[in-house]
């Protein structure tokens, strides 16, 4: 089922990448600064909020597939590690996180992969750990995205900033947690 309404909305996350990441090229004179980042916010809140629906669409509708399956993770991990990128050259994030959130997904994707190939799948299916990571991750990229002041009291860059480091350390605590999972099938395979 590569055309479903989940499929088509998981492409859209795709898509939407060079469009999150092109409004900051855009001239000042077409787009001022602050409007970037409110268009750049925006755009990565109702495609970050994709996720969650095309899940629930797939599973309402009865087309889940494993074509889509494979495409969710991939599209979250293209979305968040391109608005990460983003933030480094803004300079709204330090290096480090970028390192540790894109090397993480990384890690993780090639150790199912490996794990999906022996058929030990399961010792790595997601874990809460992943999720809660991953909540936080949605909630400090639009807040550094839009880096500003919202409501007029809450200060979207101190907020964002606390946040993606607790990302950090999440994405290092679920990584560790993944490997500890995996560890008794990677110690029966190097022998």
Known sequence: MFWT?????????????????????LP???????EKNLAATIMFVVFALTDWLDGYLARKLNQSSSFGA???PVADKFLVC???LVLVHLQRTDVFVALIIIGREIAISALRE???????????AVHMIG???????????????????????????????????VAAVLTVWSMVYYLQKALPEIRARAR
């Open 114 to 124: 490996w794990m999906a190939q022996i058929g030990a799948s399961k010792s790595v």
């Open 131 to 165: 999720k809660i990571k991953t909540v936080v991750q949605m909630v400090a990229i639009p807040f550094l995205l839009f880096d500003g002041v919202l409501f007029g009291m809450v200060n979207t860059h101190l907020w964002g900033m606390a946040l993606i480091w």
């Open 28 to 34: 000042d004179a077409m787009l001022p600064a602050g």
């Open 82 to 84: 391109a608005c990460v």
């Open 5 to 25: 309404i989940p499929t088509i909305m998981t492409w859209a996350r795709i898509v939407a990448i060079p469009f999150i990441v092109g409004v900051f090229y």
């Open 70 to 72: 494979f495409l969710d």
